[in-house]
């Protein structure tokens, strides 16, 4: 997979806004408690990687609180700096925002977050794909994705590196999401340096919800969510029960059951609370198939090429949560233990590697996470300036067994490799921001990371340890405001882990040849400027120009079971985000960003970056009061992309509407229609350009553009009540 890269670091100038959320309710309740594989590609070609779609939300309602996290900004000690205002290109978003608009699977809700671009290439049972900031972060490699402070992203994965599943996220009990872009923060550590997200979970919900959806493709949902008072305590539980077909001529055949229960006490900053969550998912999945295919009319548009790929997949865990404040700060305390499990069946290449057998392979990751999360924060003031200093702990030990087989039709065949791995990180930071003048602020951090492991390979010589360590500076600084106007500044270095087999490999498992071994740690760099405006009343508007270097874009190549270093890359770019509440009844929001990605190296391949997207944007518009008729529309456009270095093969580009109407009762009775792909564009969700071979052709194989069709126009029907 990716790894973090070096390039040079610009010092940005920025400036904090008062924390500005959209107040809209979710469809169903308001917001108002505290608290895959890399298929071969052809010679002198970037290695192939993978993507996904959409978002929600319809009437507004009063103010949503935001957790402990989006505290708003002050002059004075005890408050604490929020973190929409440390970058311009921060925000906090509440759960209405996000469930407002419609969205087709549990990931699309991430596109709440600007610039985010959120696809999928397989069955609905794999993690997504994601692209931000001119990255095709694969299944989460560079994005650092948090669910009430446990890590959804793995490392030392069996499908990749960083492999991040949301499907079991319930997109109903959402209370905030935090969305940092770039390495400038000190306590985001691994798979963060191009973008962060940091969702909570309501501690309670507002009003019990019972909902049923039924839709096209075989599309059913039933969700049950409520919380009761118990004592000093409250108790919050939901089940989510769904299955869905597809358009797919070989059907999903997704069954998957999804559950919440929660225990807390007290307040986000001062309580606790003991959750656990248990999901269990298996599919048939229809993955990425050769135009040639379907040009030919070997197969449809919605048709497949090895009918027995898919998987099984499940994760259980068990978390507990401290909060204290006190007259010198806050202290916050998280420990976790996940169990995960995935089975998943892939054939990408079909008879290119095995004439005879076919190419499909399995990637199995089982794994225990045990992890730890410390924070305290001290306010006081040094020279009579308000100071803010902030300490914290994060830990976690992986212990996985993993491995690769060749398969036919899901029958073992042979094992490539099998690995029992155990891997343990410790990160240790801190910030300090100092107010020096009602118009200066700076954050001066530090981030020290060490990581560790052993590899005990099939293969001894793939066997071993391996360890290290990095250092990462962060700076920031804000100016104003003026005029209801901030600038704001930011610059740091970041790190990527790479999966460890690849820090341990001495001997390609396919071939027996020797390879290269990779480093565990590679370090990232950035920078960003950035201004944000609030001079018309309910509008805000930000602006960000940031810049991002990578030494190397390791690549960990699922299929072969191989590191591959690709080469030293930059991104540029640009982002403006608005957000527009002119009444009570209507919001607009517009988010347009443009990246410039390349390598800077010289090759005589070219420079592009394969599956980096230049331009990525997206508006949305909420209507509606709490009763009465509602509606939403979204639209998101994904543009094309270069599929090899020289840009002379490239992606479609797609632009995607999704609709919604409904009209909730007095009786908090709530009837919706949802219609996915409204103009039912016919586009890709996802395209690569690699070697593959279909039968019958000849044994070297043909280069082909490999794709990845948008379900075309779809309907949900929502029926739902409040009690």
Not at 545 to 569: K, Q
Request: charged content about 20%; some cysteine.
């Amino acid at each position: 997979m990716r790894g973090c890269a070096a390039g040079c670091i610009a010092l940005s100038f920025a400036a904090t806004s008062c924390t500005a959320q959209a107040e809209q309710a979710l469809p169903q309740v308001t917001v108002d408690a505290p608290a895959d594989a890399k298929p071969k590609p052809p010679p002198r070609r970037a290695p192939a990687t993978a993507a996904r779609e959409g978002r929600a939300i319809p009437a507004p309602s009063a103010p949503a609180p935001s957790s402990s996290t989006a505290l708003t900004a002050s002059a004075g000690p005890g408050a604490r700096i929020a973190p929409e205002d440390q970058a311009a290109s921060s925000r906090v978003i509440t759960g209405a925002e996000i469930n407002a608009l419609p969205f087709m699977r549990p990931g699309e809700a991430l596109e709440a977050a600007p610039g985010l671009v959120v696809t999928q290439h397989s069955g609905e049972g794999k993690a997504n794909q994601y692209f931000l900031r001119g990255f095709n972060l694969d299944h989460g490699t560079d994005l650092a994705i948090t669910i009430d402070g446990m890590p959804v992203n793995m490392p030392t994965h069996g499908h990749g590196q960083g492999y991040a599943d949301v499907n079991f996220l319930i997109a109903e009990l959402i209370g905030t999401m935090t969305v940092r872009k770039g390495p400038y923060f000190a306590d985001v550590g691994d798979f963060g340096s191009a973008g962060a997200l940091g969702i909570e979970y309501l501690r309670a919900m507002p009003k019990n919800l019972a909902e049923v959806t039924v839709g096209s493709f075989g599309y059913r949902r039933l969700l049950g969510a409520g919380s009761t008072r118990v004592g000093d305590g409250t108790w919050l539980a939901a089940f989510e029960a769904s299955t869905y077909n597809g358009p797919w001529d070989v059907p999903d055949n997704v069954r998957k059951l999804n559950g919440v229960l929660r225990y807390s006490q007290g307040t986000a900053t001062d309580g606790f609370s003991l959750t656990g969550m248990a999901y269990s998912n298996r599919w048939t999945s229809t993955d990425q198939v050769a135009q040639r295919a379907i040009d030919s009319g070997l197969i449809g548009r919605y048709g497949s090429l090895d009918p027995t790929d898919g998987g099984i997949s499940s994760r259980y865990s068990l978390s507990g949560r401290f909060a204290k404040s006190s007259d010198i700060g806050q202290t916050d305390l998280n420990a976790y233990v996940i169990r995960s499990s995935l089975q998943l069946y892939n054939n990408f290449t079909y008879f290119l590697d095995d004439p005879v057998n076919g190419d499909q392979f399995n990637q199995y990751d089982r794994r225990t996470v045990l992890g730890l999360n410390g924070t305290q924060r001290f306010d006081y003031r040094f020279a009579g300036l308000p100071v803010e200093t902030r300490i914290g702990l994060q830990t976690r030990a992986d212990n996985i067994d993993l491995g690769l087989d060749k398969t036919l039709r899901r029958d073992w065949l042979s094992t490539v490799r099998a690995d029992e791995v155990s891997e343990q990180s410790l990160g240790l930071w801190t910030d300090t921001t100092v107010r020096w003048t009602d118009w200066l602020r700076t954050t001066a951090g530090v981030r020290q990371d060490f990581f560790t492991g052993r590899v005990i390979s099939d293969n001894p010589a793939n066997s071993g340890n391996a360890s290290a360590s990095m250092t990462s500076p962060k700076v920031g600084i804000v100016l104003g405001p003026w005029a209801s106007t901030e600038f704001y500044g930011n610059a740091g270095t970041g790190l990527h882990s790479n999966d460890i087999r690849g820090a341990t490999i001495t001997v390609d498992p396919n071939s027996g040849d020797p390879v290269n071994r990779v480093p565990l740690l590679v370090r990232s760099k950035g920078a960003e400027l950035g201004i944000r405006n609030k001079s018309i009343p309910e509008l805000t508007t930000s602006l960000a120009v940031f810049v991002l270097d990578f030494d190397s874009e390791l690549l960990f190549v699922g299929d072969a079971g191989t590191t591959e270093a690709s080469r030293p890359s930059r991104r540029v770019g640009i982002e403006w985000t608005s957000q527009y509440r002119p009444l009570s009844w209507l919001g607009v929001d517009l988010d347009v960003a443009y990246t410039k990605a390349r390598f800077t190296d010289f090759d005589p391949a070219g420079d592009f970056i394969p599956g980096a997207p230049a331009w990525v944007a997206s508006a949305g518009i909420t209507l509606g009061e709490q009763r009465g008729w509602f509606g939403a529309l979204k639209g998101r456009y994904f543009g094309p992309r270069p599929l090899i270095e020289d840009d002379s093969v490239r992606s479609l580009s797609s632009l995607i509407f999704n609709a919604r109407a409904g009209y909730r009762f007095d009786n908090g009775v709530r009837l919706q229609l949802d219609v996915l792909n409204l103009f039912n564009a016919k586009t890709n969700q996802i395209e690569y350009y690699y070697l593959s071979r279909l039968p019958g052709e000849p044994l070297g194989g043909t280069s082909d553009r490999h794709v990845h069709p948008v379900e075309p126009l779809a309907v949900r029907l929502t029926l739902a009540g409040t009690f």
